[in-house]
Each structure stands twice: as C-alpha cells, then as structure tokens.
C-alpha cells in the first residue's frame, strides 16, 4: 500500500449536503420519537387505574410505612412486595406526606426519575466531547 493510496480524500460539495441532510433527518426523527415517548408519558401518568400487574405493590408499601407498619414484615408478604426496594418507598415518603400514596403520585416520581436520568445521558455525552446531533439522538433514544 502506498502513500498515495493512503491519503483520505475530502468530500465534495455533494457528500457535504447528503450528510446535512441525512442528520437533519435522524434530528427529526429524535425529536417525532421524543414527542411520542413525551406523550405515553403524560398518559401513564394521569391514569388512575393500575396499568401493570404489581404496580399497586409499591403504593401500599408506601401506605403502609405512612402508617407506622413495616412492609417487610412476614404477615405482610407477598402483598407488600415492589421491585423498588426500600429506598425509594423512603425517598418518596415526604411526598407521600403532602400528597398521599397516589398512583398519580408514585409515577410522577418514576417520571421524574426517567427525566433525569436522561438529563445525565446528556450532561455525560456533552462532557466527553460528542456532538449535539448525537447527544440529542442517544438522549431521545433513552428517554423513549
């Protein structure tokens, strides 16, 4: 292999517009795919009825720590069970207190979570240097 073989050459003047074109696409579809994900989200959360098998699990561990009862106690088991952990059921409890242990509540609780999970995605990808186009599109990928 030669030098001359080596030599990367620059793209012309329509390679340049294929690939603006081509990241204003994947922009757009991040962006449709944000506004969709936006939307179930807003939907889930104003539900007032449970949308998963185990969901009311957490709310009554939550009801029953508000109580002064310990969710993990035997009696209680498997009807006090949740995926969360202890944790969360203690993170969430001084909103309990104002608002209750709602479903509306719990929710915009795991919502918020999501929200800032993806505000990390962002903040760690601007961090390392990668473009906004990118950030934007793994951002918009997550939070889907």
Same mark, same amino acid.
């Given at each position: 292999m030669s030098l001359e073989d080596s030599v990367l050459t620059l793209p012309s003047g329509f390679s +340049? +517009?294929?690939?603006? #074109? #081509? !990241? =204003? !696409? %994947? #922009? %757009?579809? =991040? !962006?449709l795919l944000t506004v969709r994900a936006a939307q179930y989200m807003v939907w889930y959360v104003v539900k007032d009825y449970p949308l998963e098998y185990r969901e009311f699990g957490v709310i009554f561990s939550t009801h029953l720590i508000l109580q002064g009862f310990n969710p993990y106690a035997i009696e209680l088991q498997p009807v006090a069970m949740n995926a969360y952990g202890l944790i969360y059921n203690f993170f969430v409890l001084p909103l309990a207190h104002v608002w209750g242990a709602t479903p509306f509540m719990h929710r915009l609780v795991s919502c918020f979570f999501i929200v800032m999970t993806c505000a990390c995605l962002l903040w760690g990808l601007r961090v390392s240097r990668v473009s906004w186009t990118m950030s934007v599109v793994a951002v918009s990928t997550l939070f889907a």
């Open positions: +340049r +517009r294929i690939e603006k #074109l #081509l !990241v =204003a !696409v %994947l #922009l %757009l579809c =991040a !962006v």
